[in-house]
């Protein structure tokens, strides 16, 4: 069992950044993929980034390449989101969650999630 915790999201304007925490307990965290996913109201959940266990390989969204990146730090059983640029595009409820096999781009591949934190990004 692995237990998620996000926190960090807020309010914040259009150019602006923020950086999300993903703090987990349970299980060794450090041996997981750990993926970011968000979803805006009336919307699906997509994916926006994932770290492999060492950090050695970073997947990230289209929509937030070159913006936002993902990183881990298996001492503190930490995940991070850095988000730059940020757009009202972006608002939406951010999850952290644990990749537990296929496809990295797909939530069904994640078994456990944090209950998520609030981005809201104003014009």
């Known amino acids: 069992q692995v237990h998620l915790v996000e926190s960090g999201g807020g309010l914040v304007q259009a150019g602006g950044s923020l950086r999300l925490s993903c703090a987990a307990s349970?299980?060794?965290?450090?041996?997981?993929?750990v993926g970011w996913f968000r979803q805006a109201p009336g919307k699906e959940r997509e994916f926006v980034a994932a770290i492999t266990w060492s950090g050695g390989n970073r997947y990230y969204a289209d929509s937030v390449q070159g913006r936002f990146t993902i990183s881990r730090d298996n001492a503190k059983n930490t995940v991070y989101l850095q988000m730059n640029s940020l757009k009202p595009e972006d608002t939406a409820i951010y999850y952290c969650?644990?990749?537990?096999?296929?496809?990295?781009?797909?939530?069904?591949?994640?078994?456990?999630w944090g209950q998520g934190t609030q981005v809201t990004v104003s014009s």
């Open positions: 969650a644990v990749f537990q096999g296929g496809n990295y781009f797909y939530p069904s591949a994640y078994n456990y």
């Open positions: 349970g299980r060794t965290f450090s041996s997981y993929t």
